[in-house]
């Protein structure tokens, strides 16, 4: 079981920015990570995903040219950067975590670990 902690979401205005963390427990396995997002009423959605080594990320098309996704291994922290928020990118943030991987993985259904969440509003 890998333990999985987001930090960093908020109340941003419209066109500002917020940097997520997602930390995960020490582990020796190579695993995959990524990010989705879950607004009220509507079913949990990717985001970005990247594999072990950082060489391989996807995007969904709404992320693209926004948000950055990033991963430190030293620190077993992977990160999500996203600038010019909109209200439409509010919503409850989750990583995700699959283990013995050297690829990334888009959908919900690859992973194994799911952290709890945290949550990004962004007003208009």
């Known amino acids: 079981q890998v333990q999985l902690v987001e930090s960093g979401g908020g109340l941003v205005q419209t066109g500002g920015s917020l940097r997520l963390s997602c930390a995960a427990e020490?582990?020796?396995?190579?695993?995959?990570m990524g990010w989705f997002r879950q607004a009220p009423g509507k079913e949990r959605e990717f985001v970005a995903a990247?594999?072990?080594?950082?060489?391989?990320?996807y995007y969904a098309d709404s992320a693209k040219g926004r948000f950055t996704i990033s991963r430190d291994n030293a620190k077993n922290t992977m990160y999500l950067q996203m600038s010019d928020l909109k209200p439409e990118d509010t919503a409850l943030y989750y990583c995700?975590?699959?283990?013995?991987?050297?690829?990334?993985?888009?959908?919900?259904?690859?992973?194994?670990?799911w952290g709890r969440g945290t949550q990004v509003i962004v007003s208009s």
């Open positions: 990247i594999s072990w080594a950082g060489t391989t990320t």
């Open positions: 995700a975590a699959r283990g013995f991987s050297d690829t990334a993985y888009t959908t919900t259904t690859s992973y194994e670990y």
């Open positions: 020490e582990t020796n396995r190579r695993y995959a």
